[in-house]
């Protein structure tokens, strides 16, 4: 006992696992956090260099840009001042054309001259790129409200300042405004050169993880690589490297590199490697920084996959260290619960089962094994009573209690099935009853088909005749009939209960219409069979059939009976007596499908046209439309008195194929035999006789008591 403590408790193995996982996370974890130390050292100063040498340039490249708009416009002022004629010349506007064909970025230039008896500006000279204006859906004369917005700016620019103006939220598009101071003649004057932002741009849109911007003295942004930010105005004095330029440069630095700390919009607090540097023209700045974390991300990225290594190496140290035999079971056993577990639910065709190794030689192979068979005979089980109620039982939803239902019960029998039987002795002698069993289960599959589709569930076979039941495993308790007629819930119950049972009355009348469909293709199938072995000695065949099929609605008595050597769970009572009757009536009364007084007025109103509804349905209800047809045959049911029989004509918005379909999607219809349903199905029980070779019958002859004492025609 105490080995077994031990083994159980703190085996060798876990020990030397132990030890050995510890020198491995000691060893490579001293390694990644040595490596990741210096290599994420080289790459900060490298990444420091970079920045700064990138904020270095973009500063002298837009310095450039400036001086060269600068100089391009001065030496066109000159030039038309130089013309004769002055600036309304022929050679004054052609030297306009050209300046502004090669510099077409440049939107306009304004001079305005302050007189010293006017406050205000006047305009003194326009040049106007009216191509730029046009280009980009610009007013021309949107200038003009411009100049009032700037008029302070304009003022210190007569004043001797140079200025640059962000005027994108004006023109809602990138663009600079740069005020010059203007002397000519005089007079005080300032020149006005708004121009495109598409250069700078370019300039500073790095294409790197860096991010340059622009500000103006005024801390307004005039560049940045979100566009949307300049479009907006927005001012960059809250900006912590803005701040620290204007704040805390003690020495009036024209440029400088620190490491600041910037809050994002989460409140996360991130360390940014940032320069700045200010160009020698209105007092402009440029600022380059980049994010700490993007600079490392590389580092952390090694570091980050050291860790994952040194994680596998643990564990696989741990794995070979640990015994095989103690991983293999503890695997295999957790396969095996959810083999166990998808048992429970039912799902005896889970993929768990078939993917477990029988093929080991050990106890675990033996359990593989074993949980095989077990699934082989669960479906076996399932087809010898019926899936629907062998998973119900797997998943403890069936009350093994019996209890009473609101159920429609459902019988079919072959007719002159003892004429067939007869037919497959006299031509294959021994080998009939392999023959038989074959036709038979031909046709039951199909039939089967049919009510599994529709919901229903096979209770039992009975030679050729089959019984299924709808609403037998739907949970209906019958407890709110105690309820006082008083109460709410009585009511509110009563409407889903007898929505429920309605749905399981429709279906299974939707399933024996399938059935009628599927038995009309069994016979082609079946002629066409015949037809290609008649030549052959013994010839195989199979033979025409017609079913009858009866319905009936009402309450049985459900649940599991028989003794402890054979049970099953079927429902028992009058009603199911009822509808083996109703089936036994379809020959008399020239039908393949009846249904019961009960069940016609439980539908009547909802689902087929007559006096009750004005011969009108709901358009909710359409869908599920039935023809049916009164046989004209009274007869007396004990207990219920004078009762009619109805035969199942159709359901004219039946949709055959998309019935098929939800089992299997390769099914194809048959255009001959959709003649039995839907909307080219019959429209009255003659159509239907005549389409199935039912002859009709002469219903003064008929005597529905013949064989059952309980039913009695009315003379």
């Known amino acids: 006992m105490k080995k077994v403590k031990r083994q159980r408790i703190f085996p060798l193995g876990v020990k030397l696992a132990i030890i050995i996982g510890f020198i491995v996370l000691a060893s490579l974890g001293s390694v990644t956090v040595l490596n990741s130390y210096f290599v994420s050292k080289d790459v900060r100063v490298t990444a420091e260099e970079n920045n700064l040498t990138l904020n270095t340039r973009s500063a002298s490249s837009v310095q450039s840009e400036f001086n060269s708009v600068r100089a391009n416009v001065l030496q066109l002022l000159d030039l038309v001042n130089a013309v004769s004629g002055g600036r309304n010349s022929a050679l004054a506007k052609q030297a306009e054309g050209f300046f502004f064909e090669r510099n077409s970025n440049i939107a306009e230039i304004m001079l305005l001259t ?364 019958l407890d709110f009939e105690q309820l006082p007629d008083t109460d709410p819930e009585k009511k509110k119950h009563e409407e889903v209960h007898l929505r429920h049972v309605k749905e399981d009355a429709v279906n299974a009348i939707r399933g024996t219409i399938a059935m009628r469909y599927a038995l009309m293709e069994y016979n082609k199938a079946a002629e066409a069979f015949t037809k290609a072995h008649e030549h052959e000695e013994r010839a195989k065949y199979k033979p025409h059939i017609r079913i009858g099929c009866g319905i009936n609605t009402g309450r049985a008595t459900c649940g599991i009976m028989g003794s402890e050597d054979k049970m099953e769970y079927t429902a028992i009572g009058d009603s199911v007596n009822f509808a083996s009757r109703t089936e036994s009536s379809n020959k008399p009364c020239g039908t393949d499908i009846l249904i019961t007084e009960d069940t016609y007025n439980l539908l009547k109103k909802d689902f087929i046209r007559c006096k009750e509804n004005n011969f009108t349905l709901t358009q909710e209800n359409e869908i599920n439309e039935l023809v049916v047809e009164q046989i004209p045959v009274e007869f007396e049911v004990k207990g219920k008195g004078a009762q009619h029989f109805y035969g199942v004509v159709n359901m004219p918005q039946f949709d055959i194929e998309a019935f098929f379909k939800t089992a299997d999607k390769d099914f194809v219809l048959d255009a001959d035999c959709a003649r039995a349903v839907g909307k080219s199905g019959p429209k009255t029980l003659n159509e239907m006789r005549q389409l199935l070779g039912i002859p009709v019958p002469e219903f003064e002859m008929v005597n529905l008591n013949e064989e059952e004492n309980k039913i009695q025609v009315k003379k």
């Open 114 to 477: 302050q007189y010293q008896t006017q406050k205000n500006l006047v305009v003194y000279t326009r040049l106007k790129n009216n191509r730029f204006y046009s280009s980009n859906e610009i007013d021309a004369d949107a200038s003009d409200v411009l100049l009032y917005q700037i008029e302070d700016s304009l003022l210190r620019a007569c004043n001797g300042e140079t200025i640059v103006e962000n005027v994108s939220p004006f023109f809602k598009t990138g663009m600079l405004s740069l005020l010059l101071p203007y002397r000519e003649n005089g007079l005080r004057q300032c020149c006005v050169i708004v121009f495109s932002l598409e250069n700078i741009a370019s300039i500073l849109g790095t294409g790197s993880i860096n991010e340059t911007f622009m500000i103006n003295d005024a801390d307004e942004l005039l560049c940045h690589p979100e566009n949307d930010r300049v479009l907006s105005g927005q001012s960059m004095k809250n900006h912590p490297l803005v701040k620290i330029m204007r704040q805390e440069n003690m020495n009036n630095e024209e440029s400088r590199q620190i490491v600041y700390n910037f809050v994002d919009n989460f409140g996360k607090t991130k360390k940014y490697i940032g320069a700045f540097q200010k160009i020698g023209m209105a007092d402009i700045s440029i600022f380059t920084s980049v994010s700490l974390d993007v600079v490392l991300e590389g580092v952390y990225t090694t570091r980050r996959n050291n860790l994952y290594l040194m994680a596998i190496v643990f564990f696989i140290s741990i794995i070979f260290i640990l015994s095989f035999s103690r991983f293999a079971i503890s695997r295999h056993l957790r396969r095996l619960t959810a083999a166990a577990e998808e048992i429970q639910k039912g799902n005896f065709n889970t993929g768990i089962i078939s993917a477990l190794n029988v093929r080991r030689r050990d106890e675990i192979g033996i359990l593989n094994k074993s949980t095989q068979d077990e699934q082989e005979f669960l479906n076996t089980f399932a087809r010898f009573t019926n899936r629907g109620v062998a998973k119900a039982i797997a998943r403890k939803e069936i009350d093994f209690e019996p209890h009473l239902k609101d159920v429609t019960i459902f019988f079919s029998d072959i007719r002159g099935f003892t004429a067939i039987s007869d037919g497959f002795k006299n031509r294959f002698g021994e080998e009939s009853p392999r023959e038989i069993i074959g036709f038979l289960n031909d046709y039951m599959g199909r039939m089967v088909n049919c009510v599994t589709i529709s919901g229903g569930t096979i209770d039992k076979f009975e030679g050729d005749a089959i019984m299924a039941v709808w609403g037998i495993l739907r949970d209906d308790s």
